[in-house]
């Protein structure tokens, strides 16, 4: 099924579906919470819609995934329709009870399903006690070991912290970034070994300066590679980080081409070398530790 994707507020497109099921939610991290609570709603369910009121992109905030990779993500669940709303001050200022009434009630849902701790309206004031005096509501939520909650909040801080093996568990995937690839000093080519620099396509939130054992694609290839966020220390240190990935066994001209960098572990910390002799050696050892072959 090719799902529909509606970014615009359309009272034509948002309209009545038949026996529809409604699945509500921001899905910032689209993590193993949201993806059951999706997997719920889509049990026997064949007209499934997910309906996302976006966080504006404007004011700088950090996110796990931009609006294209939501909208690849989610698409990719079978759902029939999409709906992406952007915060704008129309949805800001709308009242929970307008939210229902302008938006929800002309989707009429048969079902909807949503995490228990999710608001809407303005100011958050709506909830799900309000949903549930208007609409059949299921509160399916996902717990791991433990009884611990899954959320963006803990996934932001493990990738900050450069944990990224403990975000990809939450995330029930690699933590990515997609950019493109720029023109460096070049110092990798000059000395060591050739070296992409990427720059970010959104404002993703950013690991902590170290090397990572990664994976890249690449016209729509997938290579290993080892990426070190940081400030170089051992040659011509940089004000602020850059993002420098060593593709393995890859030797071809990509600037200006679009790339997605995944995250699979974190190696070591970002450190000077008294010799670039040593940076190498050590790069080799980065390598080996990582089961790569080069």
């Keep these: 099924m090719k799902t529909e994707i509606i970014k615009e507020f359309d009272i034509d ?10 699945v509500l939610g921001l899905f910032d991290g689209i993590h193993k919470g949201h993806q059951f609570l999706i997997k719920e709603a889509l049990k026997n369910k064949d007209n499934v819609i ?23 993500i989610l698409s990719s669940f079978n759902i029939k329709k999409l709906i992406l709303l952007d ?42 006690s309000i949903l549930k005096k208007y609409f059949k509501v299921f509160t399916p939520n996902f717990y791991l070991v433990n009884n611990e909650k899954v959320s963006s909040t803990k996934i932001k801080e493990y990738i900050r912290n450069g944990e990224v093996e403990k975000a990809n568990y939450m995330l029930n995937r690699h933590y990515f970034y997609k950019g493109t690839v720029i023109k460096g000093l070049q110092n990798g080519s000059k000395f060591l070994f050739p070296t992409i620099n990427i720059s970010l396509l959104t404002n993703y939130v950013l ?15 997938i290579y290993d590679s080892i990426t070190n966020i940081g400030v170089h220390p051992t ?25 997605k960098l995944e995250f699979i572990k974190f190696i070591r910390e ?14 080799l050892q980065d390598i080996s530790n990582c089961g790569l072959k080069f």
């Design 13 to 22: 497109k948002i309209k009545e579906e038949k026996d529809a099921t409604l």
């Design 270 to 283: 970002e450190k000077k070398f008294s010799s670039l002799e040593q940076l190498k050696q050590q790069i």
């Design 50 to 72: 997910i309906l996302s009121l976006l966080k504006s992109f404007k004011n700088n905030e950090d996110v796990l995934l931009s609006l294209e990779d939501k909208e690849e």
């Design 235 to 259: 040659i011509d240190k940089l004000s602020s980080p850059s993002i420098e990935t060593f593709v393995l066994n890859f030797n071809k001209e990509v600037y200006e081409k679009n790339i």
């Design 207 to 221: 690991l902590k300066n170290g090397v990572y054992q990664t994976q890249i694609t690449i016209d729509g290839v």
């Design 87 to 128: 915060n704008s001050l129309y949805f800001k200022n709308m009242t929970y009870l307008d939210f229902i009434l302008k938006i929800l009630k002309i989707i009429n849902p048969k079902n909807i399903y949503v995490g228990n701790d999710y608001t809407f309206g303005k100011n958050g004031l709506g909830n799900v």
